[in-house]
């Protein structure tokens, strides 16, 4: 479904991938490990257009990412970044701008929907009436996956969604995104993700 | 109208004032006074020239060198803007001009044909003093909407990155970032809109008090100019983000700057 093709990058004289290949298949859970200032988080963001790689290719379904295909990488990919940068709204307002995006718009979302989800990944209840620089990390992590959930797109890409949260939380949501029928590329340092048999591990 | 003529010598006379500002200065080691006697000499040379230079276009009055004119002081501001943004200055200067170019002549004509009624649009007493009180606003409104709408994507990178691939459209995801330029830009405005007179009395009432027109006069004049530089401010700050925009961004709508 998703494949990078000889990638290269280089920032400066530091280079983050020399013919890097990488293929994910529909409905795959890939975990990405890799030490820091590797470029898992590059990859993300290669894969949105954000970053540019000096050479190779990124394919999605067949289709290569370039300008024309661009909107079709972005619309069928929901992103939760590593620090869930949203601006510092209301969460509730922030849902509502969110899904009155044009490309959302057909998204129905109600608040109990967002209060069963709250509710699933043990979030308190007046989450929503709160300010997002109120919110902790973890908190902040949480909110980013239900956006993700909600909007529900076909590939995920989840940077460190999991660290910092206690074991209790950790388990309800590496099981909760497991279980989709998404594709799934996640980016953690923890090994609660590989401990099963369902992800397959991507290291360099 | 009975304007006091001012003499050079009496000019002059201020000087007098002056001199226990250079002793006090000296006395207490304040090293200003080379920095008083060039900026006092820079001005004094500038507005002669600019003095002789406007009483040869107000005497020709000539419609084609007025606007020649208008267009000089327009390409100067679009520099100026361009400028004190301090990156691609060449990309930004046509972008600028035209964010510039249209509100200002637009707001200007119809100020010249509908509010003061000229026969004669072009006539210079009022093409080149009211379009560079419109421009010298429009000036500083756009320093501030540029350089703040373009300064808050790159220091909240991933928050726009983020927001893109929450909205995938560029124009939602830059809206909050639109929107507290064209707010900073045109937030002075208000603020001297809802003060005037109050604090200071504005430099062109002065003016025009001083030339001898009534004050009931003069204020209406400047409740005309306010409105005019409100509107030329707000569009000119608005299409100066527009217009730039086309140059910032690359094709995946990453800021390039």
């Not at chain 2, 900073?184 to 009395?201: D, F, H, K, R, Y």
């Amino acid at each position: 479904m998703i494949q990078f093709k000889e990638i290269s990058l280089a920032f400066g004289d530091q280079v983050v991938f020399a013919d890097f290949n990488l293929n994910i298949a529909e409905g795959e859970k890939v975990l990405l490990r890799a030490a820091s200032g590797r470029g898992k988080s590059t990859l993300f963001k290669l894969l949105l257009g954000f970053q540019r790689s000096d050479q190779g290719e990124i394919l999605f379904k067949g289709r290569r990412l370039d300008r024309n295909n661009l909107f079709y990488f972005r619309r069928n990919i929901a992103y939760v970044s590593q620090d869930v940068d949203l601006r510092n709204l209301k969460v509730w307002d922030l849902i509502n701008e969110i899904f009155d995006y044009k490309y959302n718009r057909t998204i129905s979302i109600t608040k109990e929907k967002v209060m069963e989800l709250i509710d699933f990944f043990l979030l308190p209840a007046d989450l929503i009436t709160k300010e997002v620089g109120q919110l902790s990390g973890g908190e902040r992590q949480r909110l980013g996956l239900i956006i993700c959930i909600m909007l529900n797109r076909p590939v995920w890409l989840l940077d460190e969604i999991t660290t910092g949260l206690d074991q209790e939380s950790k388990k309800v949501l590496v099981n909760y995104v497991l279980k989709q029928h998404k594709t799934v590329l996640i980016i953690s340092h923890d090994q609660i993700w590989s401990k099963n048999n369902l992800v397959r591990v991507e290291e360099w | 109208m009975n304007v006091e003529e001012v003499s050079y010598l009496s000019i002059a006379s201020l000087l007098i004032l002056i001199i226990p500002v250079l002793v006090i200065n000296r006395k207490l080691r304040i090293g200003l006074n080379k920095e008083i006697f060039y900026a006092l000499a820079r001005m004094v040379i500038q507005l002669s020239l600019v003095g002789l230079f406007l009483q040869s276009i107000f005497r020709l009055n000539n419609p084609f060198l007025n606007l020649a004119y208008l267009l000089f002081m327009i390409m100067v501001a679009s520099f100026s803007a361009a400028r004190s943004c301090s990156f691609q200055l060449f990309k930004l200067f046509i972008p600028l001009f035209l964010a510039f170019i249209l509100p200002n002549v637009i707001v200007l004509l119809f100020f010249n044909a509908f509010v003061i009624s000229l026969d004669h649009l072009f006539n210079a007493r009022y093409m080149i003093t009211i379009g560079g009180m419109l421009l010298g606003n429009c000036l500083n409104g756009n320093i501030i909407s540029v350089n703040r709408f373009y300064q808050a994507i790159k220091q909240n990178k991933n928050e726009y990155y983020y927001s893109l691939s929450l909205s995938t459209n560029k124009t939602e995801a830059l809206r909050p970032y639109f929107k507290d330029a064209v707010l900073a830009s045109i937030n002075p405005t208000i603020a001297s809109i809802e003060t005037i007179g109050l604090v200071a009395l504005p430099g062109m009432m002065t003016g025009q008090i001083l030339g001898g027109v009534l004050p009931l006069t003069a204020i209406k004049y400047q409740i005309a100019i306010m409105i005019a530089i409100l509107i030329a401010r707000y569009f000119s700050a608005i299409l100066a983000i527009i217009f730039t925009s086309f140059q910032a961004f690359d094709e995946n709508d990453v800021l390039i700057f």
